[in-house]
């Protein structure tokens, strides 16, 4: 950058060249090298609020300082593609004038310090980020991770936190739709809550960041500035230290139903031509969104902090430009409109008050009660963050070691233990909590007859639907970083594919431990490498994201959790695939594959075994595309009844999710349906019923010929697995009579009944304390 | 039939409310501000949709229950005309007093998404006459549907078919498994399930259609 | 036997969504000159001679109240 422009603004307290302890500047969440950095950017040494803002905006939070080198290299376009990452989400093209926005983003340090508020706040957020750019939001999924239920705070952790994602999402409105929920001592000191917003704008009325129009009111609008926060987003760089915990900064609440006035009042006024640019205040508050719409601008931006509206009338400027205070925005209007936006912002019972201006010399510029608090060029701010390109460790070459099973194999007690295992047993509990419908547009439901692999929401007013997953598997990637990110993306293009829809793009949410470990960033690196290729492949670009780095307490990470967040399309909203059996005289099929073996970092293995051992499942990107493209043209052709993914748990796991989802009756006779299984299979081979080899899909059609010489016209391995049948309905016998089974092919049978109790009954114990 | 609907600050059933009585009815449908102190004397039906208006702040519907569009809610019943209240909306309406009871938090302490079975206490009001000769399956979403009143107040809902439907199991802990409550003049009903989610078959689930149907019955069309 | 009253209120300077919002419709009630208005929480305890006001604090700061976003405040009558 050029050298910085003396300005004639008198800078407070520059009598004196300031000097600032080591401490100080850690508690901003700088290094002293980082801080010599700035006094050169600036040519001399900065005030505390211009140290503070550089704090903030340097942090790992804002800069993607030690990720961007290999962010830079996922791929990010496509002809469907209208915005990339940069932005406050993606957005891409659905056709007929219409766009999708959606994000995902983390909230787990704050999570873990006030899970309901963290959790709460982190929904506010990621909604924030959607409907800045002019999308009404419809839809919220999440993605949580928790320390091992035997942890002392794992389960008032989880209470919290969904407690929280529902008592946001359920006030504003917008149904949450989707999730998943792990849990792993390694999460023991670091829960992961990540949510993900999406939502319907037209193409053409997209609204950016980007500041222009020199003298154009700067509008803040929503609530008055606290102290939540401050220090929040150099918190969220930061590791934990179990004594550090004490000191806590003032936490964010949230308010819901400020934001549901604020969703109303920024839509309506986007109908109005008024806005030239708008910009959330989340991470970093007042300092990144002013510095971003002025960066994004080529432009100056001078703010009035005197103007801002605070909730204590002592907070210092350098409190002002760091809060993060939830449920703000601001606003670039144009002058003219002013007036109308102000009428809106009054009929919603918002305040919106002008801080500043935009100026052409492109600077930060703060006065306070008028005086200047001090002036930072924005590229200094924005252009010269730090990027490392920090140490990466040679990673251990992944484990190949063959697995050994150590217990003699028993098909249905496995089945049933892993069924009612933490990571596999029924999520009732967690989503019942969720207002899933409002909107009516919610067309797959969680446990009914109508569930899918991925959440479908009908664009209101069309025959188009959105498919959204969010996926990954930290225990692949906590022995296979590149696999671990390879595998996230697939399996929620697989979600996508089994709901029906097309994937299109989309969002991760990158969580790892402490990147100035070098074994942590050859992790980032691998995991990186492995969703770009995967997305790559698949032609399933990366539109935006959210990086969570130093999930890391007293030295402990986190295994890599590189959550994926899918969106697909369904062009109409009835070729959508459920993935309940709701008839007799289906037949199964496996799809993919056809290699049933790999019990290596298996929910078996882990569950059953009690090990934690091999290399996990190899990712074909070719054979994934194959078998996807299959299942789409399969369904296109009305060939299949309902599908599902194979993936945690194998293909009896899957199967049993189909047979358990909805009310397992024959949907015209309400005769309970049996799941048989051709004797030609084999018996009791572990790997064959609980193996995890991907790219396969189980499905159930009333057509298996044509299925079976569709695949193999495709070529793609399909496995005849059994039926479903109807119990006979008995002359005299009650309902109590009348059950369900699962015959295996040696005969061995179990009712759906103690299915169902194992699935459902673990979570809701547990939470029972 | 003339039907509007209320919007509060934290009103969000308010477009599905407008959606399905629109597509089951075939009727056009307003909009009313809660600022506004009258309405049109026309309307037919008036109704208050489920949400968290003002944030479900100090109680459930407490601080709706005040604001100004109220007053003329009273006189639209005084004048005989109908009013839905659905899950915040039947909350506001106790706090109103336009019904008896009140609503407090579930006895699970959670907030709960599911559908319900429902009887039909009552087959004969302005809400409920069209209903098929069977339970309904309708979803509710709520943390505060714990239906609370005492033992006179119930013996008086009882004596005068007030109570219009019923949980076939205990949801949230209300007393008598109640659902939904009516005035004593049948023109009033909250309720806590949401029919106007369960009025598309692309959603699973048409039991809500009927409700309002019922009162195009009872109104005309 | 002596009572004990434990009120619990959102710490000052935090976000208090609830008490704005009642306060808002408050002042719009038509009672003029209400400044503000804070919502807490009032535990009343009944307590045996022996129950000290340490321990009662120490009650309060682990399980009635959230140390993160609420104050207590005791009073032994």
């Given at each position: 950058m050029s050298k910085p422009v003396a300005t004639q603004a008198a800078i407070v307290a520059t009598d004196e060249a300031p000097t600032y302890s080591p401490q100080v500047l850690r508690g901003l969440g700088l290094k002293v090298d980082e801080y010599e950095k700035i006094v050169e950017l600036l040519g001399r040494a900065p005030n505390f609020t211009e140290?503070?803002?550089?704090?903030?905006?340097?942090?790992?939070?804002?800069?993607?300082?030690?990720?961007?080198?290999?962010?830079?290299?996922?791929?990010?376009?496509?002809?469907?593609?209208?915005?990339?990452?940069?932005?406050?989400?993606?957005?891409?093209?659905?056709?007929?004038?219409?766009?999708?926005?959606?994000?995902?983003?983390?909230?787990?340090?704050?999570?873990?310090?006030?899970?309901?508020?963290?959790?709460?706040?982190?929904?506010?957020?990621?909604?924030?980020?959607?409907?800045?750019?002019?999308?009404?939001?419809?839809?919220?999924?999440?993605?949580?991770?928790?320390?091992?239920?035997?942890?002392?705070?794992?389960?008032?952790?989880?209470?919290?936190?969904?407690?929280?994602?529902?008592?946001?999402?359920?006030?504003?409105?917008?149904?949450?739709?989707?999730?998943?929920?792990?849990?792993?001592?390694?999460?023991?000191?670091?829960?992961?809550?990540?949510?993900?917003?999406?939502?319907?704008?037209?193409?053409?009325?997209?609204?950016?960041?980007?500041?222009?129009?020199?003298?154009?009111?700067?509008?803040?609008?929503?609530?008055?500035?606290?102290?939540d926060g401050v220090h929040g987003a150099t918190m969220a760089s930061a590791a934990f230290s179990a004594s550090e915990q004490a000191s806590?900064?003032?936490?964010?609440?949230?308010?819901?139903?400020?934001?549901?006035?604020?969703?109303?009042?920024?839509?309506?006024?986007?109908?109005?031509?008024?806005?030239?640019?708008?910009?959330?205040?989340?991470?970093?508050?007042?300092?990144?969104?002013?510095?971003?719409?002025?960066?994004?601008?080529?432009?100056?931006?001078?703010?009035?902090?005197?103007?801002?509206?605070?909730?204590?009338?002592?907070?210092?400027p350098y409190e002002i430009m760091l809060s993060e205070s939830q449920e703000r925005m601001l606003m670039v209007l144009k002058p003219e409109a002013t007036a109308r936006a102000q009428a809106i912002f009054a009929k919603w019972d918002l305040d919106a008050v002008v801080v500043g201006s935009l100026i052409a010399e492109p600077v930060l510029e703060m006065q306070w009660h008028g005086e200047s608090a001090g002036v930072i060029p924005i590229a200094a701010l924005v252009d010269e963050a730090p990027q490392y390109d920090r140490p990466v460790a040679a990673l251990a070459s992944p484990s190949q070691q063959l697995v050994t099973l150590t217990k003699p194999v028993a098909i249905l007690p496995a089945l049933q233990q892993l069924l009612a295992s933490p990571n596999l047993a029924s999520k009732r509990w967690i989503w019942q909590q969720y207002d899933r419908h409002v909107g009516v547009n919610s067309l797959s439901d969680s446990g009914a007859a109508t569930a899918s692999d991925a959440a479908v929401v009908r664009v209101t007013g069309t025959r188009k639907a959105l498919a959204m997953a969010t996926d990954c598997n930290p225990f692949y990637g906590a022995a296979d970083p590149y696999i671990g990110g390879a595998q996230a993306v697939v399996e929620s293009w697989r979600n996508l594919v089994a709901s029906g829809a097309k994937p299109l793009a989309l969002t991760n949410n990158l969580n790892f431990g402490n990147p100035e470990k070098p074994e942590i960033m050859a992790q980032i690196k691998a995991a990186v490498t492995g969703i770009g290729d995967a997305a790559r492949a698949l032609d399933y670009p990366v539109v935006s994201g959210n990086v969570s780095l130093y999930n890391d307490t007293d030295g402990v990470g986190i295994?890599?959790?590189?959550?994926?967040?899918?969106v697909g399309l369904l062009a109409d909203y009835n070729q959508r695939l459920s993935m309940a059996l709701t008839q007799s005289g289906l037949s199964l099929i496996q799809l993919g594959s056809g290699d049933n073996s790999w019990l290596g970092r298996s929910q078996y293995l882990m569950t059953v075994e009690g090990q934690e051992a091999g290399a996990p499942p190899s990712v074909d990107f070719a054979a994934e595309r194959q078998v996807g493209e299959l299942v789409l043209a399969l369904n296109r052709q009305q060939r299949l009844?309902?599908?599902?993914?194979?993936?945690?748990?194998?293909?009896?796991?899957?199967?049993?999710?189909?047979?358990?989802?909805g009310a397992g009756t024959d949907a015209t006779t309400s005769l309970p349906l049996n799941v048989q299984l051709n004797p030609d299979l084999p018996a009791s081979d572990a790997g064959f019923w609980f193996g995890e080899d991907q790219a396969r899909y189980l499905v159930a059609t009333l057509h298996p010929d044509q299925v079976l010489a569709a695949a193999a016209e495709a070529g793609v391995p399909a496995l005849l697995l059994g039926q479903t049948t109807a119990v006979a309905a008995a002359a005299g016998a009650t309902a109590g009579e009348m059950v369900g089974k699962l015959t295996l092919p040696d005969g061995q049978s179990i009712t759906r009944a103690a299915l169902q109790t194992a699935h459902e009954a673990w979570l809701p114990a547990y939470m029972q304390g | 039939?003339?039907?509007?609907?209320?919007?509060?600050?934290?009103?969000?059933?308010?477009?599905?409310?407008?959606?399905?009585?629109?597509?089951?009815?075939?009727?056009?449908?307003?909009?009313?501000?809660?600022?506004?102190?009258?309405?049109?004397?026309?309307?037919?039906?008036?109704?208050?949709?489920?949400?968290?208006?003002?944030?479900?702040?100090?109680?459930?519907?407490?601080?709706?229950?005040?604001?100004?569009?109220?007053?003329?809610?009273?006189?639209?019943?005084?004048?005989?005309?109908?009013?839905?209240?659905?899950?915040?909306?039947?909350?506001?309406?106790?706090?109103?007093?336009?019904?008896?009871?009140?609503?407090?938090?579930?006895?699970?302490?959670?907030?709960?998404?599911?559908?319900?079975?429902?009887?039909?206490?009552?087959?004969?009001?302005?809400?409920?006459?069209?209903?098929?000769?069977?339970?309904?399956?309708?979803?509710i979403a709520h943390h505060d549907g714990n239906y609370l009143i005492d033992d006179d107040g119930l013996k008086r809902l009882q004596d005068q078919d007030q109570i219009a439907l019923t949980y076939t199991t205990p949801v949230n802990g209300s007393v008598a498994n109640i659902a939904g409550v009516l005035s004593a003049n049948k023109r009033v009903l909250g309720l806590m399930p949401h029919p106007e989610r369960a009025v598309d078959q692309a959603v699973g689930n048409t039991d809500g259609r009927e409700i309002f149907l019922s009162l195009q019955t009872t109104i005309g069309a | 036997m002596r009572k004990a009253t434990i009120i619990v209120r959102p710490k000052a300077g935090i976000l208090d969504p609830q008490s704005q919002t009642i306060e808002r419709q408050v002042q719009q009630s038509g009672v003029h000159g209400i400044e503000s208005l804070h919502l807490g929480k009032i535990f009343e305890l009944v307590i045996g001679d022996d129950v000290t006001e340490s321990a009662l604090a120490a009650l309060a700061q682990d399980l009635l109240a959230n140390p993160v976003m609420e104050d207590f405040e005791i009073t032994l009558s």
């Open positions: 140290l503070a803002v550089f704090g903030a905006l340097w942090s790992e939070h804002c800069s993607y300082k030690s990720s961007k080198k290999y962010l830079k290299t996922l791929p990010t376009t496509a002809p469907w593609v209208i915005q990339g990452p940069g932005e406050n989400a993606g957005v891409i093209d659905l056709g007929d004038g219409l766009a999708a926005v959606f994000k995902i983003e983390s909230h787990n340090h704050p999570s873990f310090i006030e899970p309901y508020q963290g959790s709460a706040t982190g929904v506010g957020g990621i909604l924030r980020d959607v409907f800045t750019m002019g999308a009404r939001p419809i839809a919220l999924l999440n993605a949580l991770r928790f320390g091992d239920p035997s942890h002392a705070k794992t389960r008032s952790l989880m209470a919290g936190v969904v407690a929280g994602i529902g008592g946001y999402g359920n006030c504003v409105g917008v149904p949450t739709v989707g999730g998943e929920c792990q849990f792993h001592a390694c999460y023991n000191g670091n829960n992961l809550v990540n949510a993900m917003a999406v939502g319907i704008a037209q193409a053409d009325k997209i609204f950016y960041a980007k500041a222009a129009g020199i003298g154009n009111p700067v509008v803040y609008v929503g609530a008055k500035t606290g102290r806590r900064p003032t936490v964010q609440v949230g308010d819901p139903f400020k934001e549901k006035l604020l969703i109303e009042a920024c839509l309506e006024l986007m109908n109005e031509d008024a806005i030239i640019a708008i910009q959330d205040m989340g991470a970093a508050g007042l300092t990144s969104s002013a510095c971003e719409m002025a960066s994004k601008g080529g432009i100056g931006i001078r703010l009035d902090l005197s103007a801002v509206p605070l909730r204590e009338a002592d907070l210092q295994y890599p959790t590189p959550v994926i967040g899918g009844a309902a599908c599902h993914d194979i993936s945690d748990g194998g293909l009896l796991v899957a199967l049993a999710e189909m047979w358990l989802t | 039939m003339r039907a509007a609907v209320v919007v509060f600050p934290g009103s969000n059933c308010d477009t599905d409310v407008v959606t399905g009585l629109q597509t089951v009815l075939g009727i056009a449908v307003d909009r009313l501000w809660h600022k506004q102190t009258h309405f049109d004397a026309a309307y037919d039906l008036v109704v208050l949709p489920g949400g968290f208006s003002y944030g479900d702040y100090l109680r459930c519907g407490a601080i709706a229950a005040h604001s100004p569009i109220m007053a003329e809610v009273k006189r639209h019943v005084e004048r005989g005309g109908y009013l839905l209240g659905i899950c915040n909306g039947f909350q506001i309406l106790t706090e109103a007093g336009l019904l008896p009871g009140g609503l407090r938090g579930n006895a699970g302490l959670q907030f709960i998404c599911r559908d319900v079975a429902l009887q039909v206490a009552n087959r004969n009001s302005p809400f409920t006459c069209a209903l098929p000769n069977a339970d309904l399956t309708l979803p | -």
